[in-house]
């Protein structure tokens, strides 16, 4: 294992890398800009380096600087968490021509499955299904015209570069497809530096469904079951759970032992997430693999007994796996409702600002992961991501209950701070969620108003925030640079697991 680790990201999840850290011995450095100076991250690691102003493109996104502060740290690994740089080839080149190991995928691996279009080859020859459509990227509207013609609409046209739910855009007619195929192409150009594009068939009533696999540097592989994302707005996942409900165990078998043979036909290591979409007579689709920790995570930990994070350690550092196939156990139902500082009220618009009350959930079976406290000013440069609320209960039910509980309790509250909350408890409470029957069209059904003259949506009553919303404020400018926070001393926890196994 390694002795120093430096983690490059900020957040709730610079914390969560960092605990895992703490409990394996390892000693860490965390890298911050100045917005971020006062952060819980900072204030508990070990070591820190400012590495640049609030603007990410000059902090997070700094790989020359990230690398030096690892260099001058004397840092032997590098942890990337998601975002930012977690699935960026070049960085991972980088970071292993100066020595340190980087917590994910070989670089060509991860320069791979970036490129969807290879992706999807890739997987179509290790025999994934794919969702109808162009495997190679189309230089011309003409070509793709000719490919949605084929494959009927409505089309979804992608950038091959894309993720994080940018570079796509849904056609649903050959008259829109040439304006949508150059405006995703001019799109994905300046997202990306990489404007091509490829089409395949829009299933809009699908369900998402992820199969979370771990991979050695040995050949060995596990799968961790599934977990259902078709709570979505804008391609952005808002509530998640495991195992995916409402599917047949032949359906859930199949998608897992798929995911885990295409995650090891091109030589993946560490934690990653292979992504379908599941039509409504349970045909599966591969769409894409993602290669780090998701934010979604806990939900298979909760339900697995396995901390994905020890396990990325272990693997990073040349560790065979610790777990066969037969030792992974499903038990029990996990739900997670992610807390962003948005206002659903205002089509989800940014509402950061500071924390004046901030007092998360508690209880049986109840796991928030979060970097705020009272008095923290959540900034307006990063991801608007707060909290993550996760429960564990022995069915699906207790455990929707447990977090529409959980999330009643949570009070959030400061000066023009607005959060997700009130919104996800109307989801929790919607009867086709509550039933499992519910697709990736859910959250635009929810906010979409119901035609003059039509009866009422069966609907929950309407749910009042947890806090009274404060009257707006503007958000104090905080990019003046400020002093890097004091270190915290750490203690040795030792690790153990059990034996190693070979995928045959």
């Known amino acids: 294992m390694f002795d120093k680790l430096l983690i490059a990201n900020r957040g709730e999840i610079a914390l969560r890398v960092l605990r895992a850290c703490r409990e394996l011995g390892v000693r860490t450095v ?17 070591e820190t380096v400012r590495i640049g102003p609030a603007a990410s493109r000059q902090s997070y996104l700094n790989a020359a600087a990230i690398v030096e502060a690892a260099r001058q740290t004397g840092a032997q690994a590098v942890h990337p968490g998601y975002g930012f740089l977690s699935e960026d080839a070049d960085f991972a080149e980088i970071c292993a021509e100066n020595g340190l190991t980087f917590v994910g995928p070989p670089p060509q691996v991860m320069a791979a499955l970036a490129d969807k279009s290879t992706a999807r080859a890739l997987m179509s020859r290790a025999g994934l299904p794919l969702p109808p459509g162009s495997v190679r990227t189309l230089p ?17 046209v992608k950038a091959a570069a894309g993720g994080g739910g940018r570079g796509m855009t849904v056609v649903r007619s050959a008259a829109e497809l040439p304006r949508a195929y150059a405006r995703t192409r001019a799109a994905a150009q300046v997202a990306f530096g990489d404007d091509r594009v490829y089409v395949e068939r829009y299933l809009a009533d699908a369900r998402h469904v992820e199969v979370q696999v771990l991979c050695d540097n040995h050949g060995n592989g596990i799968h961790l079951g599934t977990r259902d994302c078709s709570v979505q707005r804008r391609h952005q996942k808002l509530i998640e759970e495991a195992p995916a409900p409402a599917l047949r165990p032949a359906t859930l078998d199949t998608l897992a032992e798929t995911a885990l043979r295409g995650a090891l036909s091109v030589g993946f290591t560490g934690a990653g997430t292979v992504e379908f979409l599941v039509d409504e007579a349970e045909r599966c689709h591969f769409l894409e693999i993602n290669c780090r920790i998701q934010v979604e995570h806990p939900v298979t930990e909760l339900v697995t007994g396995i901390d994905l994070v020890h396990e990325q350690l272990h693997v990073a550092a040349g560790t065979p796996l610790r777990w066969r196939q037969e030792d992974v156990r499903l038990r029990g139902v996990a739900v997670e409702c992610r807390v962003n500082v948005e206002d659903p009220d205002r089509d989800f618009a940014p509402a950061p ?15 928030v992961d979060t970097h705020g406290h009272v008095g923290y000013l959540v900034s307006p440069h990063y991801d608007s991501l707060l909290a993550k609320v996760a429960v564990w209960a022995p069915d699906r039910d207790g455990a929707l209950d447990r977090l529409d509980r959980a999330l009643g309790e949570f009070e959030v509250a400061g000066p023009g701070v607005h959060t997700t909350i009130p919104f996800a408890r109307r989801v929790l409470r919607d009867a086709a969620f509550r039933a499992g029957r519910h697709t990736t069209a859910l959250v635009d059904r929810l906010l979409t108003p119901p ?4 009866p009422p949506a069966v609907d929950a009553p309407p749910v009042a925030a947890a806090v009274p919303a404060a009257d707006p404020a503007p958000v104090p400018d905080i990019r003046a640079d400020a002093d890097p926070a004091g270190r915290t001393p750490v203690t040795a926890v030792p690790a153990a697991g059990p034996n190693a196994w070979r995928n045959p």
């Not at 965390?30 to 070990?46: E, I, K, N, T």
């Open 353 to 367: 600002g500071r924390l004046d009350r901030f007092r998360p959930p508690g209880g049986p079976f109840t796991r």
């Open 140 to 156: 011309t509207a003409a070509e793709a015209l000719e490919v949605a013609a084929e494959v009927g609409y409505p089309v979804i």
């Open 451 to 454: 035609a003059a003259g039509a």
């Open 30 to 46: 965390v890298v911050h800009s100045s917005a971020d100076a006062d952060s819980l991250p900072v204030r508990l690691a070990d």
